[in-house]
């Protein structure tokens, strides 16, 4: 793992002896910038924390890579006491504790209420948040939100509809083999490009297309690039919080309470933000000159039945506590599925 540089320890013990008025310091960084989603969640947390805490805690927060240049780095950083809050994905918390792979599948999450039930369920988080303690000390998970909305394919000069429009073409993904994997079921070429690179891949043709979601591509200027995208939300972009558990175990149980409680604050803005954002980033897409395809039920099914290969093989590699905890994670989906189907006939009585 990537170790933390010395002009980053530098500002951190410079911090920590300046911050005298408070009690707790949380320095907090993030690799994207102050107009991102993430940086606005944290200005609310940060918010919350003061001013309920009357001071005792003060929230340092650095954008950009300021303090690490990679969610691998920011990561070990908290788990070393460096830094003591991150975002992380799905995936790249996968390499810490490997049963949340399977969290990443395609097409297993079919809509937003669905996800937020699913990681709403006090149980179900009590138990992932142990795991992933005694799988890597001291990173506790505080929440799972959501980050962008929703995967999906967007292309510069081909429309997909189905998935054999996927074949032939070289599309971005991150790093995570899963995501790769999709890619290739569909017969595309999954070419793992970093996130500052991806805009000069597109525009210069080295890629034909991302996953990503609407936000995200506007956000980025990716729709400068792009012309087409689909709505097949392949991922639901889960973003895991981590916090260090020796930190946040450190404060007396009023200030934890503080805490939880603006961690429950960024989580609503989190939430509501790329649902609200959406609307004008679909705008300025179209604007642009691009297309927005929502494919039909037998489409959306005939993707589903495409991704199945790629449940089969990590079903087929998978240890016994990763195969318990796929189907933990779809009993609860099918869980969160029923409570929202019997609540919404009680609606449309």
Not at 50 to 61: W, Y
Not at 156 to 178: C, E, F, H, M, Y
Not at 243 to 260: A, I, R
Request: hydrophobic letters at 40%.
């Amino acid at each position: 793992m990537k170790s933390i540089g010395l002009g980053a320890a530098a500002i951190v013990l410079s911090l920590s002896s300046t911050a005298l008025a408070a009690d707790y310091t949380f320095i907090v960084p993030h690799v994207s910038n102050t107009e991102n989603y993430n940086h606005l969640s944290l200005e609310a947390f940060k918010n919350q924390v003061e001013s309920r805490s009357n001071g005792r805690i003060e929230v340092e927060i650095y954008p950009s890579g300021q303090l690490c240049a990679t969610a691998r780095e920011c990561l070990a950083g908290v788990q070393n006491g460096m830094f003591d809050y991150f975002q992380t994905t799905v995936s790249e918390m996968a390499n810490y504790w490997a049963p949340m792979e399977g969290f990443d599948l395609p097409y297993q999450l079919p809509s937003d209420r669905v996800a937020e039930c699913v990681y709403d369920d006090v149980e179900f988080m009590a138990d992932v948040r142990q795991e992933v303690l005694n799988a890597a000390e001291d990173m506790r998970v505080m929440m799972v939100s959501n980050s962008g909305g929703w995967r999906n394919f967007a292309t510069t000069t081909k429309q997909i509809k189905t998935p054999s429009d996927v074949a032939g073409l070289k599309i971005r993904t991150v790093p995570a083999p899963i995501q790769q994997e999709l890619v290739k079921v569909m017969d595309g070429a999954p070419t793992p490009i970093s996130w500052p690179e991806t805009y000069t891949a597109l525009s210069t043709g080295v890629v034909d297309g991302t996953k990503n979601g609407i936000v995200d591509i506007v956000q980025m200027k990716f729709h400068e690039s792009l012309k087409y995208i689909t709505l097949d939300g392949h991922a639901y972009m889960g973003g895991l919080w981590i916090m260090n558990n020796t930190k946040f175990e450190s404060m007396p149980e009023d200030l934890q309470k503080v805490v939880v409680d603006a961690v429950h604050a960024q989580n609503q803005f989190l939430r509501s933000y790329p649902k609200w954002r959406e609307f004008s980033a679909y705008e300025e897409f179209v604007e642009a000159g691009g297309e927005i395809y929502n494919p039909t039920v037998e489409e959306r099914a005939s993707f589903r039945a495409a991704a199945q290969p790629v449940i089969d093989q990590f079903l087929a590699n998978a240890d016994s506590d990763q195969k318990e905890w796929f189907n933990r994670f779809n009993q609860t989906i099918k869980a969160c599925e029923a409570k929202i189907n019997d609540s919404d006939r009680v609606e449309l009585r």
